[in-house]
């Protein structure tokens, strides 16, 4: 053939064509190939990945449902620590006012026992004194009245008495004894 003849140059171009679709169908039957490997091998890891996939679901089903758990556990435990804070505060609050009213009441106790200590003590100043004057004014006077009367009774009785009989015989020892 001719290389100034355009069929010529329409055959090598159709065989460059056909040689393009030769490495295009080549090119596209390895990429099948590959693809049809990829393919495969991707099935195998799937196979192997989905018993996985389900154990790694099931795991995050109870992982959420363990965060939920704990979220619950934490409210609750957020809501009872501070119930005990204010728990804790009431009884600090309660412990204050216990120890003031104890302090007040220590000192109205010793305020009271000093008031019974003084009274006890004027009581027993007064009944010491009461004694002594009843014992100076009326006891001591009474008593030398009462001596006085009873001279005077003996004063009287020997006044008034009747004479004396005449002695004109003797007596016994025991007709003397006067009592």
């Not at 329409?10 to 099948?32: D, E, K, P, R, T």
């Not at 590959?34 to 990945?49: G, Q």
């Not at 305020?111 to 009843?134: A, C, G, P, W, Y």
Request: hydrophobic share 50%.
């Amino acid at each position: 053939m001719n290389a100034n003849d355009p069929q010529f140059w329409m055959m090598i171009s159709s065989i460059i064509i056909a040689v393009c679709f030769i490495v295009m169908a080549i090119s596209l039957i390895s990429i099948a190939v590959i693809v049809r490997r990829v393919v495969a091998t991707v099935k195998r890891v799937e196979a192997r990945v989905d018993p996985l996939i389900t154990k790694v679901d099931a795991i995050s089903v109870q992982g959420k449902e363990m965060s939920v758990h704990f979220t619950e556990i934490s409210a609750n435990l957020s809501t009872a620590t501070r119930h005990l804070a204010e728990s804790t505060e009431l009884i600090r609050a309660e412990v204050a006012e216990l120890k003031v009213l104890v302090g007040e009441t220590a000192v109205t106790a010793r305020d009271k026992v000093q008031l019974v200590s003084r009274t006890i003590d004027q009581t027993h100043l007064q009944v010491m004194n009461t004694t002594e004057f009843v014992q100076e004014k009326i006891v001591v006077p009474a008593r030398e009245i009462a001596a006085i009367m009873a001279g005077l009774k003996k004063g009287l009785e020997v006044l008034f008495a009747p004479p004396p009989k005449p002695i004109d015989r003797a007596y016994v020892e025991e007709e003397l004894f006067i009592g």
